[in-house]
């Protein structure tokens, strides 16, 4: 069984810089499992890892899709596993949503239907009335997807017309397996310092040009219902560009979004994987975890 090495984590926990580290000591190459820095041009508000920061590192599945062009889980998990078995000494899979890394790792199956279609009659509903149909219906479902993520919502509610039963139930009653052998380590901190660091990475974003980039976008045609731009750092720019709130106000908005995202993604990684944290913020928890890494590739 092939092992694979996952560096997972909430927004801001400091997954890049540790891979790099990791992906250097192994001479290997990095894998992103986020579903927004797929898209050209969704660079500032996406976070994602600048060329210099890479130091020679190749990394894979950034940059390749317009934001108007459709991702899905499908297709990371096809994407993923094709290079997993030609990545060697060993594949890392660097950040990305619980359900994404399950799906690759696991023995899930999914058919193109199942990845990209969603009910007609839904598309109605704004992203609102969409959250709460999925609140009364699974609330455990809802816990997982921001009301901005149009597309995962439709997903869920079209999964649970289908089967006619919600789609945590439908996962409940799923029993994956492992198909590598797989070691997530993951990116932790305190509660109030990883909040710190996510407030300060938007300020940052904000001193890069985030507004600049947005901008850009639409000038290029594309909107903000577009896959690439219903994520968190873009969405929230849609009431600013039409004169409804001030820059202060987009600005509180991604940080508050950001915080949220983090608490639900500690939530589903601590629930459904087998998760080795650490303080990536502590030297010498960084070196253990390396230790403890390398432990594990060496055991047969």
């Not at 594309?222 to 896959?227: I, V």
């Amino acid at each position: 069984m092939k092992k694979v090495l996952v560096i997972a984590g909430p927004t801001g926990s400091g997954k890049s810089a540790f891979s790099i580290e990791v992906a250097k000591a192994f001479q290997t190459e990095i894998i992103s499992g986020d579903s927004i820095q797929v898209y050209k041009g969704l660079d500032i508000g996406s976070g994602k890892i600048k060329e210099e920061e890479m130091e020679g590192i190749p990394h894979h599945l950034l940059s390749f899709l317009k934001p108007n062009e459709n991702y899905s889980v499908v297709q990371f998990q096809r994407m993923a596993r094709a290079l997993i078995e030609t990545i060697n000494p060993l594949p890392m899979i660097v950040g990305g949503t619980g359900f994404y890394l399950k799906s690759c790792l696991y023995d899930y199956e999914f058919t193109d239907e199942e990845g990209d279609y969603v009910d007609k009659d839904l598309e109605a509903y704004s992203n609102e009335e969409l959250y709460a149909l999925l609140q009364e219906s699974d609330p455990i479902q809802a816990e997982k997807i921001h009301v901005n993520n149009r597309w995962r919502l439709l997903r869920s509610l079209t999964k649970q017309k289908r089967a006619g039963i919600p789609q945590s139930e439908i996962e409940a009653k799923q029993n994956h397996q492992p198909i590598y052998d797989v070691f997530i380590a993951g990116c932790t901190m305190e509660r109030e310092a990883l909040y710190a660091r996510i407030n300060a990475r938007v300020e940052e974003m904000f001193q890069e040009g985030l507004e600049k980039e947005v901008r850009n976008l639409i000038a290029q045609g594309y909107q903000f219902e577009d896959p690439g731009l219903r994520g968190i750092g873009y969405q929230e720019w849609k009431d600013y560009l039409e004169g409804n709130c001030s820059l202060e106000e987009v600005k509180a908005n991604i940080q508050k979004h950001s915080r949220q995202y983090a608490k639900r993604q500690y939530t589903w990684l601590n629930h459904q994987m087998e998760v080795h944290w650490f303080d990536a913020l502590d030297n010498n928890a960084r070196e253990a975890m390396k230790k403890e890494i390398k432990a594990w590739y060496e055991k047969n």
